[in-house]
């Protein structure tokens, strides 16, 4: 138990909070300018209404949640930093983003991307271990 303690300890929690937070600053971002569009203007409304209709509405929630997961992981590649990526990295970043979703998700309430349902998790899972393939090790 000590072990795993003193392992937990020396995980470089910094650098990947760091990208957690610059992944929701991005996906913040991304749906403030899609509400102030589809306020703005109708014809992106009813693109929006199509794409949330429900046969495709289970694919947008799984991509976006896909993008979240290879976004974070690219946060991590591009700063110059000495982060060594492996699976108990990439498991704890799936724990970092599972839950910011969350703490996202009760601070802005009218959210069109992200939900907290178990299709979007998934989506981050993938994304998440698919972009970090070669840091499984």
Request: proline share 4%; net charge positive.
């Amino acid at each position: 138990m000590n072990h795993f303690i003193r392992r937990l300890k020396n995980l470089p929690w910094s650098a990947l909070l760091q990208s957690v937070a610059f992944t929701y600053l991005i996906v913040a971002i991304a749906e403030i300018l899609m509400i102030w569009g589809v306020t703005q203007s109708i014809a992106l409304r009813k693109m929006i209404k199509i794409l949330y209709a429900p046969p495709l509405d289970l694919l947008i929630l799984f991509g976006v949640g896909v993008a979240v997961g290879v976004l974070a992981i690219y946060l991590i590649e591009i700063r110059p930093s000495k982060v060594i990526l492996n699976t108990t990295c990439l498991w704890v970043l799936f724990l970092c983003l599972f839950v910011a979703l969350f703490i996202y998700k009760s601070i802005l309430t009218p959210v069109i991307l992200l939900s907290t349902s178990q299709i979007t998790i998934m989506g981050i899972l993938i994304g998440l271990f698919a972009q970090g393939r070669p840091y499984w090790r």
